[in-house]
């Protein structure tokens, strides 16, 4: 059995022999070598040099500014605040965008006048909550106590001066008479309830609301009250106010939720639109318009009165215990305001920064040279980024997001690690001969920029190894960061060597001003080794002895790197003779052990990271869960019930199924979901084929009676349920008028041809047997004819009037009344409705009318114009208008009605996370619009977005996108160590030294619970950078050593780059520490990841 190898004395001192032999001995022909004029020149004039490269460098400042004054913004904010993770080839991205710029482009409103404040648009939203966040089954809301304190916090804002006029409105009459219902009572039985305020304001719609509606305005029988609310139509939304376990059998609620409703617009307007230039003329007439900039004008306004009267308030009653009050306002928004607070920190970090380089170096032109070149090359990394980096479609990407900003705190631990690698290089060669500085410089400027080059290329590739990304934001943060590394390196080995020339020559032997304290603090880092040692000639050249002084000198030298017990110190610093004579024979010896222990925890680490998930972006995370913003959006998305905010499916008409949205050439390098591209229309659509009404009928009740498995559809509450009591299709003609219907849930299928289809058939319906026309109710509306018959009859035409049994166009539809003619109708109808037929012509007739249209017209949108500008009808615009969409040309004058949307709720909350059930359930429905679209029965193309689909699909690819990206960067580090080092070996050890570490990481998320969201995948890309950079530091100068073993090529890496390594890491660490006091997730994950990484490292 063999014994166990240990270092002895002897090896140690062959170890450091051999060390001192390449100190002094090696590299002989390099040192000696002639320099070429690019080394010449500098030495000679250096303060020409400094001031050239200076000025180079400060051209990108320049530059910058210069663009900034074009106006050409150099750096692009407008999308600053976004994480980037959108797919732009992604169908369900494509459908969400092309959804939202059909909206924005179909805005062509059939009544657009508005009264003042008539559309409750700006909801502000109170949260009662009984007990700790941190215990959500334990406190009771729904108390007498409860619901007359969410009461006093309604009435606080009711009676605010100001709040009077900045409410909705709630009217009598809308446009043009647009009279107000000022302290508005109405009857809910036989209870009589305030329905608006003594200044028209709507009321707060809440518990508090509804218990006044039915008969308990002092919460004095809770249970009974519940009980009448649940025999309501209005269960559904009381049970929104309340937490998800709240029923009839559970009468208790940790929340009580009340929304109270600013209005828009401010002013009345004869036109409500977003679209500015359709709305400048209309018709050929000036007009006053409404459009999105107004509306953001008077969001702003809004929410400064608030934040100005109202939010000291809301603050105090957030604290207050045991009822805390949650908020939620209009333009309600923290993040902001709170990373420019923490961004403050990072000037902390780069003040740590600067102080330790001014530490490690004593000198503060050093330290300011190396800050300068660091800035400069941001600044000249996003310049290239912004305008030259070539795309598909051009140079240059106009995509900067908040992560591409914080490179800068990547690139301050890159450049400084660069910087202590040079600075180190050139004090080391003070031990060295050189017949000249050029020599000198020659020498240390070869071996440093090669060193560099290698850890640069390497961290490089790492970066740009997540050009394969299919997010943008990881792409670009790629992109910029390999851009920025490379410019970096370009000023480090231009700039800073000239730097490190004037210092030399300069300012070596001058001192500068601090305090006592400080100076003496200064004075013990200050270097000691002599200013050149030169060596025995006779050794290097073969020349002639040198004095016994320098003699004792090298004697002295060669010492201490051997490890002589010299009392002379002064020669060495601290950290290479601790590297020398500690941490390497400690290391060797122990060096079996060390590897186990290290194999084991990267072996538990493995352990946790292959238990790696994807977890979805949640918008409350971005703050502590100890402020009012986490809470509030944490209860509205996981406290209160699916149904106050179900997943809504969108089943689109008029959108080309295939292709939606087109990019215009966007792709990828401007995408931004929600704003990119224009919609692709389908020109086939035409909702005045009856075949074509059918078909929107037939699907709405095919979700409603029979969904097909697996779609999820929550089909509990019918078609329109808002309307379900209106025997006319409108919601005037419900219990409260409409009054509720803009604050109430869009529950069950919402198809609005089943409302046009009720109110074209309220006075007129088809008798099946005589097919006549009867009038069957009563209305406030006046029939033109009480009973009539259509030859042909119409349902049996369609495009062309085409007679099905002569095949022949027919000249005319001809009505046979078969009663009088009722001067003054206003109402006709039969549905589906007729092709080409122009009932407005009705009114001229007497007992036979020609209904063929004249000149050409869109008639089912002649039909809903009708509905909606019928005075009694008004309310209906509220939400008939989110299910069609009209286009108008650039007068103002409608041209056609270009999308239909069936909305589908389904059983999943809008905030679902499990990505897994919503992508089967949007392959579900991608099953069904396939099957639907190749029915030959459908005329129409139907096209499903499903949303929350794109976040689904993100969620489903960001681990393996992740482990993808990282396994490229590690095959790339190893071609760059193995074509720089010649050697497999060690570029094998060192990539796997690399893989290590970052396994280590991902270990170290699950650990923490964080799983792999938004943040985490960009951060990875930071993880790969650094453990590059340290990893290839030491192997490159491990490849660089002159030794002949491997304990001496060990001992020569530690002493040359340890301390250039170690005290990289220590100002990452250091830049770190400010951001513990973060608030921003982000930035605290940042930290704990640039604090872990480096001691995971060492």
Known sequence: MKSQHTVSDEEESRVSLSSYSQVVHGERERKQDEPSFFFKVPTTYRQLSFCIFFILNLLWLLLTIALALGGYSPINDEHIGEVGLEIPDDPYQQRANAYQRARDAADYSLTPAKCKRESAANRIELIVMKGRFE??????????????????????????????????????????????????????????????????????????????????????????????????????????????????????????????????????????????????????????????KDEE??????????????????????DNKPFRTLYYYPGYNPVDSQVTTDLTLIFISILFVILYMNFYTGSLFITACGIFQIFMSFLGANILYRYCWPTENGLGYNYFTLFCALALFIIMGIGADDIFVYWDTWSGSMTHYYKTTAHRFAHCYQHAASAMGVTSLTTILAFLSNLGSPFIGIRTFGIFSAILVAVNYLAVITFFPVVVLMYDKFFQHKQYWCTPCVNRCCAAIRRKLPKKIAYDQNIENGGAPMSAELNTKIESAKNKLIGSSSSDNDYEEFLPRWFRDKYTPFLLKRRKLIIAILVAMWAVFLGFATQLEAVPFKLYELLPETQNFHQVIFVQEEWKTRTSNPLQVHLLFGLDHRQPLNLHGTRPKNFVSGETGTPEWDNRFDLDEISAQLQMIRVAEEFAINPRSGLKIDNQEGINRQIVDSRTGSLEDTIDGGASSSVQGAYGIQSLFHALQTWENVSIAADSDTGEYIKVIEHSCIPCWNTFKIEPN??????????????????????????????????????????????????????????????????????????????????????????????????????????????????????????????????????????HNSDSQNPLRVLVYVPGAEEWKVSSILVPSGIQNLLLSLALAFVVLLLASGNYITATIATITIGMICTCVLGFIQILGWGLGAIESVLIVIVVGFSVDYTVHLADSYMASKSLTREGKTLDALVHTGQSVLSGAISTLGASLPMFGAQIIFFFKNLVYSFFLPLLYL
Request: proline share 3%; charged share 25%; net charge negative.
């Open 135 to 292: 215990k959500e089954n334990n406190g009771n809301a729904l108390s007498k106590e409860g619901l007359e304190l969410l009461q006093e916090r309604e009435q606080y804002i009711l009676q605010k001066s100001g709040w009077e006029n900045r409410c909705a409105l709630v009217y009598l009459e809308t446009f043009p008479t647009c009279q107000v219902a000022k302290e508005i009572y109405a009857t809910n039985g036989n209870v009589t309830y305030l329905a608006s305020s003594v200044d028209g304001c709507m009321l707060p719609y809440s518990p508090v609301f509804l218990f006044n509606k039915y008969g308990d305005s002092n919460f004095n029988d809770i249970p009974g009250t519940v009980a009448k609310i649940r025999a309501s139509p209005d269960w559904l939304s009381f049970k929104d106010m309340l937490h998800k376990d709240f029923d009839e059998f559970n009468l208790e609620s940790k929340i009580l939720v009340s929304g109270i409703y600013a209005g828009t617009p401010r002013h009345e307007v004869e036109r409500y639109t977003t679209d500015e230039e359709v709305a400048r003329i209309y018709q050929g007439f000036s007009i006053s318009y409404y459009n999105s």
């Open 297 to 318: 004008k008077e969001l702003d306004h809004l929410t400064n009165w608030i934040e100005d009267n109202l939010l000291s308030e809301f603050e105090q009653n957030f």
């Open 794 to 931: 119409p349902f049996d035409l369609d495009r062309g009037y085409i007679d099905p049994e002569l095949g022949t166009v027919i000249d005319a539809l001809i009505i046979n009344a078969t009663s009088n003619l009722n001067n003054d109708c206003n109402c006709y109808g039969f549905f589906p409705i007729a092709s080409d037929v122009c009932l407005y012509e009705t009114r001229a007739s007497s007992t036979e009318t020609l209904l063929k249209c004249s000149e050409s017209n869109d008639n089912v949108a002649e039909q809903i114009g009708n509905f909606l500008s019928s005075g009694f009808t008004s309310v209906d615009e509220q939400w008939w208008t989110d299910y069609i969409f009209a286009i108008g040309d650039s007068y103002g004058r409608f041209t056609r009605i270009a999308m239909y949307d069936i909305q589908v709720m389904t059983v999943l909350s809008a905030s679902e996370s499990d990505f897994k059930k919503g992508l089967r359930m949007a392959k579900k429905f991608d099953d069904w619009m396939d099957d």
